[in-house]
């Protein structure tokens, strides 16, 4: 009965506002044959996502296939002129470590045999995090987990892999080179949020949805509280070759240097992915440098010897023989570059954000427009993911109940559901990011007998390792 009433009011509400907009438009027509967008009607959307990045694309799939929204329409509105599918053998610079929750989504939204079809996901069956400053370190081996740690994606891949689950789902619409210019909320008096277009075009919705990444304008319309903090470092990435010697190449590499973690993620059995974090400065000059001297760099950051401190040697020596004994774990080194791929280096500035509120009246943000963090736990798409899959349960269940999709204390339930999960992440990734980027002998002590311990602690290991890939 109450799904009922609640589908009588919304479509009360859509024919009036459709009829409002129609009566203005006739007016506006009287005077010019050919209205301009903005004197049309605002065309009605039960929900709309503004950004069509992994989150924002992921999110219309996941909502568009819930059968207790099967009576809504969704828009995806993007900003870039389209997508263009990977082509070719060649390996894509942006990448992503894929926790199990995003497996489970990507199965739940039936895109996850796509992107096994591509044969370009390799799973992570080892983990090496060690210490340039001591010999601290941590494994995690598939024997541990019982299944695998991570899978490594490229982001192109499993985009493409979404869209091929929307094709065919005609109550989702997507637009391209539609970048939403100004957002009207609820709470502004209106009796639904409206957005206008680059072009004039306005779209009315019961419900905004801001995925527009870390910059969002849905969030500024929102005028929350958004705490941001720049690392004042760069994500340097790029895609490698591995030298002969290499094959079975399973494990995901992490060294911790003092300007920050260089990363090695496997890609197939001869290629990885870089990520190398590192002070603005030393990122520009990696960009610079020729394909060999950059390599050499490469090989370097994983081997090069940095200055010790003989006490947090003696002790992380102790307590790492000790455990060697046990448990046979010896630092092994990472493998050798042999070359980067042509054109495939980028850096992309890197930064802590996290906003006072994630929800308003008729109005919600997921993703990085909600949260960023660090990549050097692999956690920021895989957060945004838990976004989607908490937002679709809590407007299925709200649409279900009759309680419609702009119920604040409905979103309240997500807000506060995805809060217990990102904060937690936000701060560890954040309180990594500051011990790590130290060679302060102190803190170089702390965080390498805190890492030596950790790994003798196996189910201490397993926990944290759940946890974060969850
Ligand atoms: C070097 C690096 C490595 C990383 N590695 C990992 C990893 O291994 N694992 C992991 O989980 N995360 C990783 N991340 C983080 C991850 O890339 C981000 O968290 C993720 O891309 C955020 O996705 P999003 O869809 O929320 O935002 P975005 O990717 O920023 O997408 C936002 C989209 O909105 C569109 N848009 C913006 N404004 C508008 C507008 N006004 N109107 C319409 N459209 C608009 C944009 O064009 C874009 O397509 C990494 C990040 C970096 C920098």
Same mark, same amino acid.
């Given at each position: ?34 209205p ?7 065309e009605?959307?039960?929900?709309i ?9 992921? @999110? ?14 969704i828009l995806?509105l993007?900003?870039a ?32 045999s *796509? ?12 983990? &090496?995090?060690w ?26 891949? @499993? ?12 109550k989702?619409?997507?637009?391209y ?11 502004d ?18 419900l905004?949805? +801001?995925?527009d990444?870390?910059?969002? !304008? ?24 591995l ?14 240097l ?6 090695l !993620?496997?890609l ?18 990696? !960009? ?20 010790r401190n ?6 992380t020596?102790?307590i ?29 500035p !890197?930064?802590?954000? *996290?906003?006072s509120?994630?929800?308003g009246? +008729? ?16 956690? +920021? ?7 989607v ?14 309680l419609g999709?702009?119920?604040l ?11 217990? *999960? ?7 990734? *954040?309180?990594?990011? &500051?011990?790590y980027?130290?060679?302060?002998a ?13 790994n003798?602690?196996?189910p ?11």
């Open positions: 009965m109450s799904l009922m009433l609640a589908q009588i009011s919304r479509k009360v509400l859509r024919a009036t506002s459709v009829r409002c907009a129609a009566s203005q438009w006739r007016l506006v027509r009287n005077a010019s044959t050919e301009s967008p903005a004197e049309q009607p605002a009605f959307y039960d929900i996502i503004a950004g069509g990045g992994m989150v924002g694309t992921t @999110l219309a799939c996941s909502l568009g296939k819930n059968p207790r929204l099967a009576d809504r329409r995806l993007e900003a002129a389209g997508f263009k599918p990977p082509t070719g053998q060649s390996y894509s610079n942006r990448v992503s470590a894929i926790s199990k929750g995003t497996h489970r989504l990507m199965k739940t939204i039936g895109a996850w *796509h992107i096994e079809a591509t044969n370009r996901v390799k799973p992570v069956l080892k983990m &090496q995090v210490d340039a400053c001591s010999d601290a370190l941590i494994t995690f081996n598939y024997d541990d987990m019982a299944e695998n740690i991570s899978w490594i994606v490229e982001n192109d891949v @499993l985009l493409a892999s979404v869209y091929r689950q929307l094709e065919g789902l005609d989702v619409q997507i637009r080179s539609s970048k939403v210019e100004e957002c009207s909320l609820i709470r008096g209106a009796a639904m949020s409206t957005v206008r277009l680059a072009n004039g075009e306005r779209l009315s919705c019961e905004l949805i +801001g995925a990444g870390y910059n969002s !304008l849905v969030r500024k319309a929102m005028a929350v509280d958004n705490f941001t903090l720049a690392y004042n470092q760069m994500g340097v990435v790029a895609t490698l070759k030298g002969p010697g290499a094959a079975n190449n399973v494990t995901a590499w992490q060294r911790f003092p300007s920050g973690p260089i990363a !993620l496997p197939s059995d001869d290629m990885s992915s870089l990520v190398w974090s590192t002070s603005v400065t030393e990122a520009k000059q990696l !960009l610079q440098l020729n394909e060999p001297s950059f390599v050499a760099a490469v090989n370097e950051a994983f081997n090069k010897t940095y200055p003989n006490i947090i040697d003696d002790v020596k102790n790492t023989s000790l455990i060697s004994s046990t448990t046979g774990q010896k630092l092994e080194p990472a493998p050798a570059i042999e070359a980067v791929i042509e054109n495939s280096r980028a850096a992309f !890197l930064g802590l954000g *996290h906003t509120t994630y929800v009246q +008729g109005v919600c943000l997921i993703g990085d427009a909600a949260h960023r963090v660090h990549p050097l736990a692999g956690q +920021g798409v895989n957060l945004g993911f838990g976004d899959q908490c937002l679709t349960d809590t407007l299925a269940d709200a649409n279900y109940s009759g999709l702009n119920n204390s409905q979103l309240v339930r997500y807000e506060q559901e995805r809060l217990k *999960h990102n904060v937690p992440v936000l701060l560890t990734t *954040h309180g990594l990011q &500051q011990l980027t130290t060679d302060f102190p803190i170089v002590g702390l965080r390498s007998v805190g890492l030596t311990i950790t003798a602690l196996p201490l290991k397993k926990f944290l390792m759940n946890y974060a890939m969850s």
